[in-house]
């Protein structure tokens, strides 16, 4: 027998709440299979099974939030026979697909307020997509309003498409004074909005932050990177935030107090270098976390950079995607800004921020040339470490990037393309 636990899913994470069971009491389960949908603060995420078996016994009902480790579910390995106490499936709010399968799904057209009501399962959870609740966060409809056309009667991303449209196209009451709309419009906090502001809040009321900003001339670092995705496939073709995350994980391994956390009395020292990278999505800023990054070749974090960020933006992401990170790198090149500082994540000490890589008027040998200049600020807590420790670990990154032989590990022939 094995216990299911709650995981998880982020440092700052207490407690999750099941949204749904995707398995009923019963079921066969495979490791690796989803069993359950979990709702954190900012990501709904699917539970999936650590090991074969049966689902024997399910001990908390959908809709219900339990506190990180807690026992969620009981599972029969193989050869195992479940105690005459477990093997009956739980009744009510637990139920199979075909018990609570809704209604045929209206039209898409037809989720408007005057439509039939929307159809709730016998769960009281209702159902939809996480890409659904993000959309119809992002623009305060309430779930409950809106009929699913999906299976069991599940809210898609069309279905409040549908319901975005229908309330802009809706008329005014009558009698309603004519006019300018009025100049203020509330939206209500998603979850993920909320989270990022309570942590954000507490990180800068809490945390004494300091600011060291370093320029890089990326020239060789680029060419570098022209070179060898020359010859990478796609998947593993490497990005200028490759570059910065090898060469911060690398410059951790000389200053692990960037790579620490405050704990009171003492500064804890985690044995792995984890990286977290921000990634921007509909409702705000997910930072889900490259694992041993400075044991991996730079194709390697190339390539599960990618994955993650497409798992991110997907809404896919899996429980060890959010947990373990020790240090984040936050990029705003992409979008043109040359500058800027971000706000340390607790418990790690240190965040850092990159500009945009651009041409730039430099003095080198008594005359005035053109180089690529990046520019990063790393914000780190002062509790931790020192400006000059931060300025020496600045300095590491820009050696390794200004000479980036450092950099490159050979490629397996493997993984080369044509």
Do not use: C
């Not at 709650?6 to 407690?15: L, N, Q, S, V, Y």
């Not at 009025?182 to 979850?191: G, H, N």
């Not at 509909?282 to 041993?292: I, K, T």
Request: glycine share 6%.
């Amino acid at each position: 027998m094995a216990e299911v636990i709650m995981p998880k899913m982020g440092d700052a994470m207490t407690e999750g709440k099941v949204l749904r069971w995707l398995k009923r009491p019963g079921d066969p389960v495979r490791k690796g299979e989803p069993i359950a949908e979990i709702e954190t603060d900012k990501v709904n995420v699917e539970l999936e099974a650590e090991w074969d078996g049966i689902l024997t016994r399910v001990l908390v009902e959908p809709g219900s939030a339990v506190p990180v480790g807690a026992p969620i579910a009981v599972l029969t390995r193989p050869g195992e026979a479940p105690p005459a106490a477990e093997a009956p499936p739980p009744q009510g709010p637990v139920a199979s697909p075909a018990a609570t399968a809704a209604p045929p799904a209206a039209p898409v057209q037809a989720a408007t307020p005057a439509a039939a009501p929307p159809v709730t399962p016998p769960t009281g959870v209702v159902r939809a997509s996480p890409l659904a609740r993000r959309l119809a966060a992002e623009h305060g409809i309430p779930l409950e309003t809106i009929r699913g056309s999906g299976p069991e009667g599940r809210i898609t991303k069309d279905d409040v498409e549908a319901a975005i449209a229908a309330r802009a196209a809706r008329p005014a009451p009558a009698g309603a004074p004519a006019g300018p709309p009025a100049a203020v419009r509330e939206v209500p906090l998603s979850r993920m909005r909320a989270a990022i502001a309570r942590r954000m809040t507490e990180s800068k009321q809490q945390v004494p932050h300091f600011y060291v900003t370093m320029a890089i001339a990326m020239d060789a670092a680029l060419d570098l990177r022209r070179q060898l995705n020359a010859r990478l496939p796609e998947a593993a073709k490497i990005t200028v935030n490759d570059l910065v995350v090898r060469a911060a994980a690398l410059a951790l391994r000389r200053y692990p107090n960037l790579n620490a956390s405050f704990a009171g009395e003492t500064i804890r020292h985690p044995a792995a270098v984890n990286i977290s990278i921000a990634v921007p999505v509909a409702e705000g800023l997910l930072s889900p976390v490259l694992h041993d990054v400075d044991r991996k070749p730079l194709w390697v974090i190339a390539r599960e950079s990618k994955a993650l960020i497409e798992r991110a933006r997907a809404g896919h992401l899996r429980p060890d995607d959010l947990a373990g990170g020790t240090f984040t790198v936050s990029n705003l090149g992409p979008y043109g800004v040359e500058a800027f500082a971000a706000i340390v994540t607790p418990p790690q000490t240190a965040i850092l921020a990159v500009g945009a890589a651009t041409p730039t008027p430099v003095v080198r040998d008594g005359a005035v040339q053109v180089a690529t200049v990046m520019r990063v600020t790393l914000s780190a807590d002062h509790r931790v470490t020192d400006g000059a420790e931060a300025a020496q670990f600045l300095g590491e990154i820009r050696r390794l990037l200004e000479a980036p032989v450092w950099l490159a590990a050979e490629v397996p022939e493997g993984e080369l393309a044509g």
